[in-house]
């Protein structure tokens, strides 16, 4: 009798205990989950919907967990509202004759953007934060196409989960404005790409295929006049714009394919430490890794042999988090040039917390 109710005590509060592990876990796995979707405010209807989209099916259980990758990473996203008034200037530079030769098609874009800009200056952009601007349907459209890219890509190029959440789910290549049904234009516009991969074609033969059909071109004079990222349909009207919107543009192209993609950068270059920041793209495929810039075609060690290198970023969509901050970037510089830890011994007993 007394040994009944003594195992009959033990099991009880190993039940409690179990149960308690559990729970725990569960919502140290939802926190970031819980957290994101308390502070949507009026949106947070739109995320839940997306999130019961997927609970339904299990077969859907890859798609719910994508879905909670993108939600759980929103906090640390958003982008500038377009400005209305400068639509004239990206209607008027599509129509502008392709026939005239680029440098004055530069400056008749400059000439428009001018004018509009003096009108409107000192109006202040409008900042849209993705946690409370995403809706369910855009969400949901982007998760399914991207899925569907990433199926495509025959299986023993096709990108592991990890990475296909990190570098093919994003709806975003970093701050450009969101628009809708954006990712199913551009899979639809460059589906030709998968006869390439289908016939085996080298990543490097895709990518510069890619360039040479869309043909963007750098115009730093737009900065001036126009000092925000632009959207896709904004570079689609111009095929004009900076180096990281060209970036932008082409990872957006990838990602919509299924082939891994992010913008990499440098914040300036190490022989000319008061130079502006560069970027440039990285694709993978495969084993194959392509570092390219935005109108060249050659790998990007060929294109920069002549700079100096002193750290090398990769823009995520999720945030990286350490103990003192979070980071919407990861420190490439590995991939580019000879690195080495170096360990220097605290001998002043200085406070490591201090920057």
């Not at 409370?132 to 299986?155: C, D, G, H, T």
């Not at 920069?304 to 990769?314: F, T, V």
């Amino acid at each position: 009798m007394f040994l009944k109710f003594t195992m009959d005590y033990y099991l009880r509060y190993l039940y409690i205990f179990l149960a308690i592990i559990c729970f725990t876990s569960c919502n140290k796995d939802s926190f970031a989950l819980n957290s994101a979707l308390e502070n949507s405010g009026n949106n947070r209807q739109e995320l839940e919907q997306v999130l019961e989209f997927y609970k339904i099916k299990k077969s859907d259980s890859l798609k719910y967990k994508a879905a909670k990758f993108l939600i759980e990473n929103m906090p640390y996203h958003n982008y500038i509202k377009p400005i209305r008034e400068f639509d004239l200037a990206f209607d008027s530079i599509a129509h502008f004759p392709k026939s005239v030769l680029n440098n004055y098609r530069e400056e008749a874009f400059k000439s428009i953007l001018d004018s509009i800009s003096d009108y409107f200056y000192g109006e202040q952009p409008e900042i849209v934060e993705d946690l409370e601007s995403v809706k369910a349907k855009f969400l949901i459209e982007n998760i399914e196409l991207a899925f569907k890219a990433w199926y495509r890509i025959p299986e023993d190029k096709r990108a592991s989960f990890d990475d296909f959440c990190n570098f093919i789910l994003p709806y975003r290549s970093s701050n450009e404005p969101l628009e809708n049904h954006s990712r199913k234009k551009l899979f639809n516009q460059y589906s030709w790409v998968y006869d390439y991969i289908e016939k085996g074609a080298s990543l490097e033969t895709i990518v510069d295929s890619i360039k040479t059909d869309f043909k963007f071109r750098t115009f730093q004079g737009i900065g001036r006049s126009y000092p925000f990222p632009l959207n896709t349909s904004q570079i689609e009207k111009s095929k004009l714009g900076q180096c990281g919107d060209g970036v932008n543009y082409y990872v957006n192209v990838m990602r919509s394919l299924g082939i891994m993609a992010a913008k990499d950068y440098v914040e300036h270059w190490g022989n000319n430490p008061v130079s502006k920041s560069h970027s440039w793209i990285y694709t993978q495929l495969g084993n194959e890794v392509y570092l390219t810039d935005v109108h060249k075609k050659s790998n990007i060690q060929g294109i920069y042999k002549n700079e100096s290198i002193p750290k090398a970023y990769r823009t995520k969509f999720k945030a990286i988090k350490s103990k003192d901050n979070i980071s919407l970037k990861e420190d490439v510089t590995d991939k580019y040039v000879l690195t080495m830890d170096v360990v220097i011994e605290n001998i002043f007993n200085s406070d490591t917390q201090e920057p």
